[in-house]
């Protein structure tokens, strides 16, 4: 289907250049075109560096074999720079490095109980469906199950919010927004118990 779209627009682009009116890109073929243009200019700058590296120009540098040092930063404000060593040097760091390395710490445990708790669920749910469904004690501890697992899941709903409100108060301090953090959904984490490893391997 992407390749019939494709050829649709390119044949009205020239059936427009064809006819007797100048032909007027359409937003979306200029999009396409600034889309193109920037792949295009990666492209010739890759093959820049590539054809230098094949003609050796990379071969005598200063520092080659040596681990890059990002100590300094030139599109930090001087003053600023120097406020981060300083803190550095007395083995302190910035307060939303700390606000994430905590807000990390609290998903980590969060997903842990949810998964123990995921699990518990199950494997109560495969006990009780071994047995006489019938039974009055079965049906007591079946509702029981669910009622917990429901508490459960409120609970979990509970913390969430609050980790969310957490995070978005700290992509609201962070200097750039790749150091921003995504907000938590419970159904997303449930759909992710199964697929990694246990809470006692964690």
């Known amino acids: ?29 200029e ?27 990379f071969d005598d540098l200063s520092l080659k074999g040596q681990p890059l040092r990002f100590e300094e930063n030139p599109f930090v404000d001087p003053a600023e720079a120097l406020a981060h060593r300083l803190l550095a040097g007395q083995g302190f760091t910035l307060q939303w490095i700390e606000e994430r390395k905590a807000i990390e710490a609290e998903i980590h445990a969060l997903r842990v109980r949810l998964r123990r708790a995921w699990h518990w669920y199950m494997r ?42 957490r995070i978005d108060t700290y992509n609201l301090t962070v200097p750039l927004i790749r150091f921003q953090m995504f907000r938590l959904r419970l159904q997303e984490e449930l759909r992710s118990i199964g697929d990694g490893p246990s809470a006692e391997e964690r």
Do not use: C
């Open 1 to 29: 289907m992407a390749d019939y779209e494709e050829v649709r627009r390119k044949l009205d682009w020239w059936r427009r250049w064809l006819s007797p009116e100048p032909p007027r890109a359409t937003e979306e073929e």
């Open 124 to 165: 109560s749910l495969e006990v009780l469906n071994h047995r006489d469904p019938d039974d009055p004690e079965v049906r007591d501890e079946r509702a029981w199950t669910e009622a917990r697992w429901q508490q459960y899941l409120v609970e979990f709903e509970e913390a969430i919010a609050e980790l969310n409100r």
């Open 31 to 57: 999009e396409d075109d600034e889309r193109r243009s920037l792949e295009e200019w990666d492209d010739l700058v890759e093959q820049r560096i590539q054809e230098a590296m094949r003609r050796g120009e």
